[in-house]
C-alpha cells in the first residue's frame, strides 16, 4: 500500500515538474496577455519566473514598466537599469525612468540621467524643466534647456513665467487694506462675499454701539462695541488668511495644470504597442 501511495506522489511530482503548461514559452504568452489585460502585478511575476534565456530587453521593459504603473518603483528601476544602451528599448527606459524619477522627486537622479552616458534628449530636457517648475526652482531652469524648438516651448516659458511670477496677493497689504476699510482686505483677495459681510457686520455693529452711547444705554453700548470689536479685528487676521488661501489656490492651480500637461503628454514617452 505504502509502495502504491508513493509511487503515485513521485507520478505527480514528475508531471508537475514536466507539466507543459508550465513551460517558459506558455509562461511568457501567459504573461504578454495579462500585460495586454493591465494586470500589471501578475505580469511582472510571470515575467520574473522565466529562465534568463527567455529573458529578452523587451520582457524587462514589460517588467519595469508593469512595476512603475503599479508604483514600485524600486523595482521598475532595477528592472530598467539592466536594458543595455545597444537595445532598441534603451530610449524608452530612459524616459520611462526620468518620470519615475520626477514622481518621486528624485531631483539628483534626473539631473544625472540626462547627462550620463551622453545621452540627452528634448524628452528628457522637458522633464526636467517640469521638475523645476513642480518644485519652485525656475532659476535652476538654464537657457539651453529651454531650446526645445518645438510645439511645448512655448507653453513650458508661459509655465516659466506663471511660476517665476504668480499672481500672489499680499498678505501685508490685505491686512492694511482691512485695517482702513473692513472687509476691503477680502475684497482684494477676491473673496467678496466675506467681504462685503465684514463690512456690513462691522459697520452694523459700530453704528449700534454709537447709538447706545448716544442713548445712554451704556450696557448695550458695550455690548455692541465688542462684537464690532471682535469683527473688526477678525477681519483683519480673516484678510491675511484669505490672502493666504488665495496663493495656496495659485499653486495648487498650476501644480494640477502641469500635472496634467505632463499626463496628457504621456511624459513626453511614445508609447511602445505590444497589444495588437
Known amino acids: ?60 521593459y514589460k517588467i519595469g514598466k508593469s512595476y512603475s504603473i503599479i508604483g514600485d518603483y524600486s523595482k521598475a528601476i532595477n528592472s ?38 551622453n545621452f540627452s534628449s528634448p524628452q528628457l530636457k522637458k522633464i526636467l524643466i517640469a521638475f523645476y517648475l513642480k518644485i519652485n526652482q525656475p532659476d535652476s531652469i538654464s537657457n539651453d534647456l529651454f531650446q526645445l524648438s518645438d510645439e511645448d516651448e512655448f ?6 513665467e506663471r511660476r517665476k511670477n504668480p499672481p500672489y496677493k499680499s498678505e501685508v497689504v490685505a491686512g492694511i487694506l482691512s485695517t482702513v476699510v473692513p472687509g476691503a482686505g477680502k475684497i482684494y483677495t477676491e473673496d467678496y462675499g466675506d467681504g462685503i459681510t465684514a463690512f ?13 452711547f448716544k442713548h445712554a ?24 488668511a484669505s490672502a493666504q488661501i488665495f496663493n495656496a489656490k495659485i499653486d495648487f492651480n498650476f501644480l494640477k495644470e502641469l500635472s496634467d500637461y505632463l499626463s496628457n503628454k504621456n511624459y513626453f514617452i511614445n508609447e511602445i504597442e505590444f497589444c495588437k
Open 217 to 240: 444705554h451704556n450696557f448695550r453700548a458695550y455690548l455692541f462695541s465688542g462684537l464690532a470689536a471682535g469683527f473688526y479685528l477678525g477681519n483683519i487676521y480673516g484678510s491675511v
Open 155 to 160: 507653453t513650458f516659458k508661459n509655465f516659466f
Open 1 to 60: 500500500m505504502l509502495r502504491i501511495i508513493f509511487s503515485i506522489v513521485f507520478c505527480v511530482s514528475t508531471f508537475a515538474q514536466t507539466n507543459p503548461l508550465k513551460s517558459d514559452l506558455n509562461r511568457k504568452l501567459f504573461a504578454d496577455y495579462l500585460y495586454c489585460e493591465q494586470d500589471y502585478l501578475r505580469t511582472a511575476e510571470e515575467y520574473e519566473s522565466l529562465s534568463q534565456t527567455f529573458v529578452s530587453d523587451t520582457v524587462l
Open 200 to 212: 456690513i457686520l462691522t459697520g452694523l455693529f459700530s453704528y449700534l454701539a454709537y447709538d447706545n
Open 80 to 117: 530598467f537599469n539592466l536594458i543595455p544602451d545597444s537595445s532598441e528599448m534603451f530610449f524608452n527606459s530612459r524616459l520611462e525612468l526620468a518620470k519615475i524619477f520626477y514622481l518621486s522627486n528624485e531631483k539628483n537622479l534626473l539631473r544625472n540621467l540626462l547627462t550620463s552616458d
